[in-house]
């Protein structure tokens, strides 16, 4: 008795894992090519993983809770002899998986909740009269990996490649949002500034290197000269097309900032 439970859990684990790996590619294909532009656009390989560990998460969880005790159920029901028919369990799985989409007035949920169920019940009753030996437990285990891998790079290699990331753009990126923070009084653009502030001459700029392929410091150097006094300050960041950190900094801020 209890190795019939053993048996049954693993072949339940397993239906959920192919059901919910399998349903998640269809559905991230669908979100990557569903709007009718077959044309690449960048990172589709990225994009696609993406949405397949968004739904994987959502139709994971439903399959290992809702769709698990519904067919339970079901497998009791078939076991006492009340529904003999298999092809009839199959059905009921899928009638059972319309549920969670008539909670919303969205048909397609219904669709897809349909769909999935009814692949459940199928998986279920082909792995109930063919159970899987370790090799192929391994091989089941395995297939979402190499199918993920090889979709992720297929379409990344097919994806155009992005643009390069200019020095212009590192360093609208880093003064991008600068009102009211340190930065904020520099140009935003590499350049100078100079003017005249609570008596003191200053003189601002804003400046980058590149330091790697894409990626720059972008620096903020200001000095300022009132009479005998003379001082400087510089900050700098590194800044690369996903975000950037700070850097570098040297010398205190200006007498005139203190004093705000």
């Known amino acids: 008795m209890v190795d019939q439970w053993v048996h049954l859990l693993i072949r339940k684990f397993f239906t959920t894992y192919i059901v919910t790996v399998l349903a998640s590619f269809l559905m991230a294909f669908t979100s990557v090519f569903g709007k009718g532009e077959w044309e690449l656009a960048r990172n589709s390989g990225n994009e696609l993983i993406g949405w397949m560990f968004v739904y994987i998460m959502y139709i994971g969880t439903i399959v290992l809770f809702f769709g698990n005790g519904v067919s339970l159920v079901l497998e009791w029901v078939r076991v006492k002899g009340i529904i003999p028919h298999s092809w009839i369990i199959v059905v009921l799985h899928g009638i059972f998986g319309m549920a969670l989409g008539l909670l919303f007035p969205y048909w397609l949920l219904v ?5 999935t169920a009814l692949g459940y019940g199928i998986i279920d009753w082909w792995l109930r009269v063919r159970p899987l030996g370790p090799k192929g437990m391994i091989i089941v285990a395995l297939s979402p990996v190499i199918l993920y891998g090889v979709s992720w790079g297929t379409l990344q290699f097919l994806s155009p490649p ?44 804003t400046s980058a290197r590149v330091i790697a392929n894409n990626e720059y410091i972008v620096t903020f150097s200001e000095s300022w000269t009132k009479d005998a006094e003379t001082n400087s300050r510089y900050l700098s960041y590194r800044v690369e097309r996903s975000g950037m950190i700070f850097y570098k900094r040297e010398g205190e801020d200006s007498p005139y900032l203190k004093r705000k």
């Open 162 to 205: 992005m643009p390069p990331f200019t020095i212009e753009e590192a360093v609208a990126f880093a003064t991008a949002g600068g009102d009211g923070t340190s930065i904020g009084v520099f140009p935003d653009e590499i350049g100078r500034w100079q003017g005249t502030v609570d008596g003191y001459q200053v003189v601002r700029e």
């Open 111 to 115: 669709l897809y909740g349909m769909a």
